[in-house]
């Protein structure tokens, strides 16, 4: 394979799990904007989403086949359950600690993740288990970049999935409330919006955007296991802190960049996947050094 | 009145009486702690009782493959009793679990020291295996090991452990020697940084540049990786003619379905790491024709048939990849103390060691000066058609 | 004030047991003829029981020696770090490299083990100067992981594989290689951990380090330097772990990559807010919990981490401030 044609397979690799990691991040920035906290547990929401997709696959396969048709079904009643999964935990977990100091809501958070990956991890016994789909796996040439039907569909998924994102967050009164939240809640509290209510929707939707995230990876890796949201959280973090973290379209571009980041550095002889996640991590603390505020942050004394 | 902000320590011992007797109920039902050797049918005259102790992964992420090997000595502990015991002696048996991690091994095994086990069985995880050997020697315990093979347990052993599964040295040989065989001349390498697979993947890499080949392509993942795509990238510009893959089946498979959805069309070989029936499940059809350098699969042992069946029977699954080399090396325990006369460890030790010959289900058993297996015992196995199939 | 405190006293058969404790125990005297009854009992405790129970003992022992080098990084500091078995790491690498590859004795090893220790509590503290709680959670967490994987992948690591062949440390010409001698050992090393937390405490350092947990910028307004204080901090508590890494590589003798990861970090951290962050004893009794749990209830095996998952969340909700009380008469949910 000659350069470019590297180059050009490892930009598509990078986009595509680029995609993955700023829909994971989208949720992170906006619960940390809304409340403050990041949520040491959205990786195990992203490891959920995959899993119950897994669940609902085998109950309809029998029926109705495991294409296109019962995916995106069953993307959308996961999304629809972990969203509400999100919020149950939210209620439970962190609401009642939001006036408590930071320390304790983020030993929290380390809480539930740990009940959630277990608990997956018991009833899975431990097991890498497949996610079997009925779609064809044959790749095909466009130009130089080898594809499949799969990673087409993927990559143009996650993207619609963050322009929705981008129009809700700009043009719905839900999302104008969202971004008053994050500057001030308690002058909102004052005006009169229910801020808790605001709260949960972020949840929700951050929530619901992690598990699609999950099932496209059970699609695309054809296996999904009890902790590889760990892994998947962190990098979120790192995507969400690169473009600004509190920021939605911060959270895309840094998931997008963090993809490619990787897709490349891992080309470099001395990196390799040895070294992959080293990499990604010094990124992480980077850019927390120089530019805390990420690309797309405004400088803001308060954001430290 | 029940008040959660004042009885909260109530709820709290509550809660967690609660779960440990949900945990000991659920292994109340687990069959496998049925005791074999308990069977009421067997209540024969007994002179007295030996204890063995069994050391193997009963948690963790190869959870399967350890009680797997745990199923296999408690049958051949079962079928000695049923014919008497071990010179009369009732054989009872203590598991202790290393859960695949070193600090879990070093506690199972001082466990079993202050059970004063006589001898052990087990081993599967080389690192968790390998903190133990100076345990087991210290207190003068023979530790016949079925799994475990990376050759730095040689180094390590004190000379109370026996290897029974043949070493990543002979590994490297037979995938290199099959390679040859296949007329492939570069090969890529990777595998997922433990102990295990960065020992045989060194061997394999060491042996395939003596023997004046190339290596092209070589990387480390982390246990858990799922995304390849930076490893095949560079097997496509590399195109090595074979890659040898020296982790476990997770990753195994997705290594495999991501290399051969970019395109790759050379030979794919796999190690016992990934010997589990797993491996070809999760890759689906893309396991096709993937060779691998396994152990003497149950399946393919002619002396093996009787021994699946009463597995079958007293197990509710199919033996594993192992579950041959544990009833061996319990069998061989039994055989040594016959040969030795007795009970005492060192002099146990002394009858593993002059073994000669001893017939198992995987092949006759000798040990070099080494404490290893006097042979190679990997054969190549290859996937076809959803399960592996013996070669040659 | 006195109506308060009638009010916040509890009908809670616990409660009024460990608050009568404490009204026991502020009799200095009854207090020393404890802690000697206890450490008495802990000495001889040998000469009754089984290898196997010294050898969790040992474990507790080495659990209050790293735990409380958290504690002085989150009790004392407030500032959480969810990378601790970074810093045990790297103490029980300098020495297991310094041991198994250039045969230096093993009490030598420990200075070196101390000084990587600073140095990599220097290398977290730097870029995490102006950081704030949640931030430096996840920095830390990095850090873990980086230097896990850093040392997964050198070669004078051992790798993947790991550090073997570590020499047993000689002590007036006796060899420690039974649990026993690590029994004892650690037992010493706690003690010493414990005091050392002590006289920290009561310090100046250890006044500044409450000062920038409670309200960093009014501690800066005061004069304090936020920087080199939450720095020392940084430097001790890793000084901590090191030295209770090196021990541990004694005793293990094989090291790998393995007994560093992530699911480690969360159990110090978990040992010290379970028990009460900040709190010497405290930190003993949550190591206590996390070490005795798994072994008193053998049949949850599996179920370990999800229990302490559950126990975590209770007590972050209900009782953030730990089990071991602040105060008696006083039962504070902030």
């Known amino acids: ?304 | ?392 | 004030m006195a109506d308060i405190n009638k009010k916040a006293k509890t009908t809670n058969p616990f409660e009024s047991i460990i608050e009568a404790l404490f009204v026991f125990f502020e009799k200095k005297i009854n207090m020393y003829a404890f802690i000697v009854l206890a450490v008495g009992f802990l000495v001889v405790f040998p000469n009754v029981s089984s290898r196997f129970t010294q050898e969790i003992m040992t474990n507790l022992f080495f659990y209050v020696v790293v735990c409380l080098g958290l504690n002085i990084i989150v009790g004392y500091a407030g500032l959480l770090h969810l990378g601790y078995a970074a810093f045990f790491a790297v103490g029980a690498y300098t020495t297991g490299i310094l041991s198994s590859r250039m045969g230096m004795d093993f009490w030598l090893t420990i200075p070196f083990s101390i000084v990587a220790a600073v140095i990599a509590g220097l290398a977290i503290g730097f870029p995490t100067l102006r950081l704030r709680g949640d931030y430096l959670a996840i920095v830390t967490l990095g850090f873990g992981e980086i230097t896990r994987l850093t040392i997964r992948n050198l070669d004078i690591t051992g790798g993947a594989i790991g550090l073997i062949g570590i020499q047993r440390p000689v002590l007036f010409g006796i060899t420690l290689n039974q649990i026993t001698h690590f029994y004892y050992m650690f037992f010493i090393l706690a003690i010493i951990a414990i005091i050392v937390s002590y006289r920290l405490e009561n310090s100046r350092m250890g006044r500044a380090w409450e000062y920038i947990r409670e309200d960093e910028d009014a501690a800066a307004a005061m004069g304090i330097n936020v920087v080199t204080t939450r720095l020392y901090a940084f430097i001790i508590g890793s000084s901590f772990g090191a030295v209770g890494g090196s021990f541990f590589a004694a005793k293990m003798t094989a090291i790998s990559p393995d007994s560093f990861m992530f699911i480690h970090s969360v159990m110090f951290l978990m040992a010290v807010v379970l028990g009460g962050m900040g709190k010497i004893p405290g930190v003993v009794l949550g190591s206590m919990l996390v070490v005795l749990i798994p072994e008193v209830a053998r049949g949850i095996g599996p179920y370990r981490l999800l229990i302490f998952g559950f126990l975590l969340l209770i007590i972050m909700l209900y009782r953030p401030q730990g089990i071991w009380p602040d105060k008696p008469a006083i039962s504070a949910k902030e």
């Open chain 1, 1 to 304: 394979m000659a350069i470019h044609e590297i180059l050009i397979q490892q930009l598509f690799n990078g986009l595509l799990i680029g995609s993955f990691y700023g829909l994971v991040a989208i949720g992170y920035s906006m619960v940390y904007g809304i409340i403050k906290l990041l949520n040491f547990a959205h990786g195990d929401i992203y490891m959920l989403g995959a899993f119950s997709g897994l669940v609902f696959l085998s109950i309809v396969a029998p029926t109705i086949g495991a294409g296109w048709g019962s995916l995106i079904l069953g993307m959308l009643i996961s999304m629809l359950l972990v969203g509400l999964v999100g919020v149950f935990i939210q209620r439970v977990a962190y609401r009642p600690m939001l006036k408590a100091p930071r320390l304790s809501i983020l030993i929290t958070a380390l809480a539930v993740s740990m009940i959630l990956y277990n608990t997956i991890m018991l009833l899975s016994s431990g097991r890498f288990l497949p996610f079997r789909t009925e779609i064809s796996t044959e790749s095909f040439f466009l130009g130089p970049l080898r594809l499949t039907e799969t990673r087409v569909v993927l990559i143009v998924a996650a993207f619609a999935l963050m322009f929705i994102m981008h129009m809700f967050i700009t043009k719905t009164m839900y999302g104008k409330a969202m971004r008053a939240i994050s500057l001030d809640r308690d002058t909102c509290q004052l005006m009169g919006i229910d801020v808790y209510k605001i709260i949960a929707l972020t949840f929700f939707v951050g929530s619901a955007l992690a598990a699609a995230a999950g099932i496209m990876a059970g699609v695309y890796y054809g296996t999904i296991h009890f902790y590889m949201g760990f892994l998947i959280g962190l990098k979120a973090f790192t995507a969400a802190v690169i473009g600004g973290i509190g920021i939605i379209p911060g959270a895309m571009l840094g998931g997008l960049l963090l993809g490619l980041l990787e897709a490349f550095g891992t080309q470099i002889p001395f990196i390799g996947t040895v070294w992959k996640d080293v990499f990604s991590f010094a990124f992480l603390i980077l850019f927390l050094i120089f530019k805390p505020n990420g690309l797309l942050g405004r400088s803001e004394s308060e954001r430290m």
């Open chain 2, 1 to 392: 009145m029940f008040n959660l902000k004042t009885h909260w320590l109530l709820l709290l011992v509550a809660v967690l009486f609660a779960f440990a007797a949900f945990g000991c109920g659920e292994e109340a039902a687990d069959p496998v702690d049925d005791d074999p050797a308990e069977d009421p049918a067997d209540e024969a005259e007994f002179e007295g009782e030996v204890l063995i102790g069994i050391m193997v992964p009963t948690t963790g992420s190869e959870a399967a493959d350890g009680t797997d090997m745990e199923n296999a000595a408690l049958l051949a502990v079962e079928e000695i009793n049923e014919a008497g015991g071990v010179m009369g002696h009732r054989v009872i048996t203590t598991t202790g679990d290393d859960g695949c991690d070193p600090s879990m091994a070093t506690a199972a095994a001082s466990q079993l020291v202050s059970e004063e086990v006589v001898a052990l069985v087990g081993g599967y995880c080389s690192g968790a295996t390998l903190p133990t050997l100076a345990i087991y020697g210290e207190a003068g315990i023979p530790f016949v090991i079925a799994a475990s093979n990376a050759t730095s347990l040689i180094d390590e052993n004190p000379g109370w452990g026996f290897m029974i599964n043949s070493t990543g040295l002979d590994q490297a040989a037979t995938a290199v020697a099959k390679f040859q065989e296949l007329g492939v001349e570069t090969i890529g390498v990777m595998d997922s940084g433990d102990a295990y697979s960065a020992d045989l993947k060194e061997q394999t890499i060491l042996q395939w540049e003596e023997a004046g080949y190339e290596v092209v392509a070589d990387d480390t993942v982390q246990r858990g990786e799922v995304d390849f795509s930076a490893f095949v990238t560079t097997i496509m510009s590399t195109q090595p003619d074979g890659i040898y893959w020296t982790g476990y089946q997770a990753e195994g498979a997705l290594l495999i379905r991501q290399l051969r959805e970019g395109g790759y069309e050379g030979v794919i070989m796999v190690g016992d790491g990934s010997s589990a029936q797993e491996l070809i499940d999760l890759a689906g059809d893309e396991a096709e024709g993937v060779l691998c350098t396994g152990p003497p699969l149950t399946d393919f042992l002619p002396a093996a048939q009787n021994f699946i069946q009463r597995y079958e029977e007293s197990f509710p699954r199919e033996p594993g990849a192992y579950a041959a080399l544990t009833y061996d090396a319990a069998r061989l325990l039994f055989d040594a103390m016959e040969r030795a006369g007795s009970f005492d460890s060192a002099e146990i030790r002394d009858a593993l060691e002059a073994t000669d010959g001893f017939e198992g289900l995987a092949g006759p058993i000798s040990f070099t000066d080494q404490n290893t297996l006097a042979r190679s015992n990997f054969v190549i196995l290859e996937a076809r058609d959803g399960r592996w199939a013996l070669v040659e």
